[in-house]
Nanobody, 118 residues
Framework: QVQLAESGGGLVQAGGSLRLSCAASGRTFSTYSMAWYRQAPGKEREFVAVIIWADGSTDYRESVKGRFTISRDNAKNTVALQMSSLEPEDTAIYYC???????????WGQGTQVTVSS
């Protein structure tokens, strides 16, 4: 059973930084991508950033470009999200996602709370 363990969430003032990490265990497939999504209260879950495992290419939602950076550690099967210049609008539960190569299988972590105070 694939498990994703997120860490690094917390409370930070606007303009501050946080680093989220996600470790994957129990994986028995090749990874296509790992990504971060977020869900704010009363809103739907939305895409934040993705990294393609094969070549390290990345993509971000427009509102976080230039502020967030997604990175990976192949050997440790981890993905990180470095968040800078945080805004109150970034407040949400952040979820880690992993997608298997060659199939539609995907898995989610339990989420980690990020709160940005104004």
């Amino acid at each position: 059973q694939v498990q994703l363990a997120e860490s690094g969430g917390g409370l930070v003032q606007a303009g501050g930084s946080l680093r989220l990490s996600c470790a994957a265990s129990g994986r028995t497939f090749s990874t296509y991508s790992m990504a971060w999504y977020r869900q704010a209260p009363g809103k739907e879950r939305e895409f934040v950033a993705v990294i393609i495992w094969a070549d390290g290419s990345t993509d971000y939602r427009e509102s976080v470009k230039g502020r967030f950076t997604i990175s990976r550690d192949n050997a440790k099967n981890t993905v990180a999200l470095q968040m800078s210049s945080l805004e109150p609008e970034d407040t949400a539960i952040y979820y880690c996602n992993i997608r298997a190569a060659g199939s539609r299988s995907e898995y989610w972590g339990q989420g980690t709370q990020v709160t940005v105070s104004s």
